[in-house]
């Protein structure tokens, strides 16, 4: 059972770069979230999901884009990168919240991360 | 709103020694409370939940956490440390009205031999 699957694991980008973090789940989630995670900040949620063809903005949109074209995946863009984006980036999949006590958890990747030169 | 506060950012305790990090949170609905461990260079693993039934949870690796509504509180304890116990830990709160989890800063727990 693989959960949570982030690729890549690891990037080195240049300023101005673009680039797309791939983010897949298999356990038929409806909600998935980017979070990214900066020394003594804590996660901060970037943008988030709460099902196919929908996205909404977290808490620091800026600079990203997301895509929900399937139910299982969820994409990250940075059309232009910069080094403020230099960061640990985790995807989290959970069910709709709910639909029970037993389904309120988020499932997380391993992360990926991303240095900006 | 909602939002965790995280009181100590490091901690540090001799192996064997009591583990207690503290979480106060906020929310206007009662809500489902989470801790979550990272190993470095790894992703969040779940070690326990509270969602209204029991307010003691136990959770994985001896963890156990208290949910007191007057407090506003949900701190995690072990009587024990490993030095496996290393690592960095998360409160997160979230509620069945909304669609999102709200993190704390996170404590980073050292076990001195």
């Known amino acids: 059972n693989a959960g949570v699957t982030q690729t890549p694991k690891f990037r080195v980008l240049k300023t101005g770069q673009s680039m797309t973090l791939l983010c897949a789940q298999d356990?038929?989630?409806?909600?998935m979230y980017w979070y990214r995670q900066d020394p003594g900040m804590g996660l901060r949620l970037i943008h988030y999901?709460?099902?196919?063809?929908?996205?909404a903005k977290g808490e620091v949109p800026d600079g990203y884009n997301v895509s929900r074209l399937k139910k299982q995946n969820f994409l990250l863009g940075l059309e232009s990168a910069a080094p403020s984006q230099t960061s640990v980036y985790f995807c989290?999949?959970?069910?709709?919240f709910g639909t029970g006590e037993k389904n309120t958890e988020a499932f997380f990747g391993q992360g990926t991360r991303l240095t900006v030169v | 709103a909602q939002s965790v506060t995280q009181l100590g950012s490091h901690v540090s305790v001799s192996e064997g020694a009591l583990v207690l990090l503290r979480c106060n949170y906020s929310?206007?609905?009662?809500?489902?409370l989470f801790w979550y461990v990272q190993y470095p260079n790894q992703g969040l693993q779940l070690l326990l939940k509270?969602?209204?039934?029991?307010?003691l949870v136990k959770g994985i690796n001896g963890f156990e956490a208290e949910f007191k509504k007057s407090e506003t509180s949900f701190h995690l304890t072990k009587p024990s440390a490993h030095m496996s116990d290393a690592a960095e830990y998360f409160c997160?709160?979230?509620?069945?009205?909304?669609?999102?989890?709200?993190f704390g800063t996170g404590t980073s727990l050292t076990v001195i031999p």
């Open positions: 989290a999949s959970s069910y709709v």
């Open positions: 356990m038929n989630h409806e909600y």
């Open positions: 999901s709460v099902g196919e063809g929908t996205t």
């Open positions: 929310s206007s609905v009662p809500p489902y």
């Open positions: 509270y969602t209204s039934a029991a307010t």
């Open positions: 997160a709160v979230s509620d069945y009205t909304g669609n999102q989890f709200y």
